[in-house]
């Protein structure tokens, strides 16, 4: 076997060639006429080590724009952000270091400290006596505390500002769909959400289409 990280051998080859009724690779391209068929090698560059590909490949990204020194608006509010220098070493710790759901407890408790860690600072932050920390992105997030406040309230409206993800808005308008939920969407102005908006009498704003 010429290339050992490759997993077929010759015998394989030679197998799935008798399968398919062929005697050799060139077999199945006889379909395609040879004058359009590439010949000679391809205008490659040489191999390279490891250390003078990570080099090269170095050098071609550092000919593009990037986040780190460009800024950049796309994303409709979903932007790279700075994330602390001290995250990456949290979370390189072995107990912090596991399964990323907390659902075979046996092999998560690096996942269960992290929750209950997290759980305890935002309660000491906020004053609450709990604080939920298991939801899988914050889009989840918002569509759940929306119900929350639904279920807390016994109201049957749900006010978000447009400025929130558009992405955001169409998880809580198909969560409050399921829960019988009416959604009232509030403009804004200059960027900002227009807190005149809020004074009553609110209307549903419908999503465009």
């Known amino acids: 076997m010429k290339h050992r990280y490759l997993p077929m051998t010759e015998q394989d080859q030679s197998e799935m ?5 062929a005697e050799s690779i060139d077999d199945l391209f006889e379909d395609i006429p040879s004058s359009i068929r590439y010949t000679g ?3 490659m560059s040489k191999r390279l080590g490891e ?9 071609l990204s ?20 700075h994330i602390p220098v001290v995250i990456n070493h949290v979370i390189s710790r072995s107990e912090f270091y596991t399964a990323y759901t907390p659902y ?7 996942e269960l400290q992290a929750i ?3 759980q ?3 309660c000491e932050l906020t004053g609450m006596k709990v604080a939920n920390a298991s939801m899988y992105d914050g889009s989840t997030a918002l569509a759940e505390a929306a119900a929350l406040a639904s279920g807390a309230t016994k109201r049957k409206r749900i006010v978000v500002s447009r400025t929130v993800h558009p992405e ?4 809580i308008r198909t969560s409050a769909h399921g829960l019988g939920l009416e959604v009232i969407e509030v403009g804004f102005s200059n960027g900002v959400t227009d807190t005149e908006a809020w004074l009553p009498p609110l209307r549903t704003i419908r999503p465009p289409s």
Do not use: C, T
């Open 168 to 171: 955001a808005r169409e998880i």
């Open 41 to 43: 090698d391809l205008p």
């Open 62 to 81: 550092d000919r593009n724009a990037d986040f780190d020194r460009y800024p950049s608006f796309l994303g409709a509010g979903l932007y790279d952000h």
């Open 17 to 21: 060639l008798k399968a398919v009724g």
């Open 51 to 59: 250390p003078e590909l990570l080099r090269h490949m170095r050098e």
């Open 120 to 122: 305890s600072y935002i």
């Open 104 to 110: 075979q407890a046996e092999i998560s408790q690096g």
């Open 116 to 118: 209950f860690e997290f």
